[in-house]
């Protein structure tokens, strides 16, 4: 049986620092850290408490941070906002940064940690080692620097806005034209976007020049060669190497991409082209006489039915996300001067997480806000955990929260979809999809290999390499002549790479992993949730590869595994056909 912490919002608890607690400078936080250094610990319980205490400062000091950045992401024109943010990344984070390594060295030299030997312990302990073995103080700096540079991308990209029709979009809103029957739209639109990406092109290439040179800098300073392999270890990829994802993006090329190319005729077929013919904006047009899906009206409506599916699944679920509601704790409209993207971030002390979006009504959205319900479920199942880094997983683990409940959730999609048509519609593109993200995954991770493997090379070759790779992972593909330009620059809407290097092939792993949590919830619905419930539920108290285990599932990238796993996904999507 799950246990489904209870929340509450006004809850907070202190031991350590003060109630009210006002972060106004570095000055009145430093003291705390002082006092931990200082510390004097004679006990194995001593330790734990200090250990508490600790996380009880990170946690105040992660919910301060979330606040900012959730707040100047649904605001970025608000200068106020921006300067509170800056704050944090000139002030707070770079001070706090030597104290953090202290604390962790003292925790690692400290007598009693040898008599901590429960796994999440032991788990703690190795990514604890991992960060002393990687600070350095010269870095610091340049993660500084870093930062600011992932903002000005931020502030480009939220300012993007095409002119159609006498009406203003931001390029999120802009997508929902590509669907359109009328290939003239499409047409007109994609290269209003186009031209909108490319005016920037320019600066988002130096941007990336700069952060390349930086990050690599931080790798040679930590004493390795490059910065994937320095990213590895910071990513604490403690169960898979560089070869193995190697091997993983080759299977995804030889295998998924002809799966692609039978899709992509397929499209081509039912708005009568033939592949040759088909443009990069003919990719995702319905065809003639076929309204685009509209799953949901305004906000208020995604979230109320949300709320439904969610409860469906297990009433407990529903109230979390209802709390949420209820809290103001939803930012899902897209408009100008939103960040882009969507994402959940959880607040340590508050225990309730903030999901943020930018929606304007198509299919797509529907998915990302179960695919951020899922991180939400996870945050609230792991409220009850005693230490922070209990409760942070890899990304390998959250994601499959996130993308079993893209999935899961498919069940319950006739809340949005009342319409039979259009509810098979809605799971043919999403399965489509998890077949389609995949070599975009690979493509994605395989850039950012080469380029950070080779830093020398100008933004010219860099180009080359990404349209090289491009072309490895669509083999078959929409006829580009003409559009040429636009294909040099499709990494540029990749938040990842500016923003949080490397953090992308997770996706990949992650999305093996969630078809098989699916499959086993197709089989025993009740089963398949109960065990994926309880993985979420172990925060990172135990390796990934035993959290996979607890989910009912193997951590498990082969090309069998992936070609097992297409087989299933193309006999559901032949069930879904004949329903
Ligand atoms: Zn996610």
Redesign the pocket.
Known sequence: MIHFPLVEIGQKKRNFLPLEFNLSSWEVVQPYYEKLVEREINSLDQLKDWLIDWSELEGFLSEDFAWRYIKLSCNTEDEDIKNRYQFYINEIKPNSAPYGDLLNKKFVECPFTNDLIDSEDIILKRSVINEIELFRKENIPLYVKTEELAQKYQDIISQMMIRYQDTDYTLSHAAKFLKDPDRNIRKEVYELVSQRRSKDAGELNQIMDELIKIRHQIAINAGFDNFRDYKYKSLGRFDYTVEDVKSFRDSVASIISPIIGEILKEKGKSIGLELTDMKPYDADAEPEGIKALAPYQNSEELITKTIKSFSRINSHLGQYLDLMDKNGFFDLDSRKGKAPGG??YPLDETGIPFIFMNSTGKHRDLVTMF??G??AIHSFLTKELKLNAYKHTP?EV??L???SMELISMDMWDEFYPDKDDLKRAIKEQLEGVIEILPWIALVDEFQDYIYTHPDINIEQRIDIWVELYKKYHGIDVNWAGYEDIRKILWQKQLHIFEVPFYYIE?GIAQLGALAVWKNYKLNPEKGLENYLSALQLGYTKTVPEIYNQAGISFNFSDTYLSELLDFVKEELRKNSEA
């Open positions: 994402y959940n695919h951020e899922g991180h990304s959250a994601e929260a996130s993308m996706y």
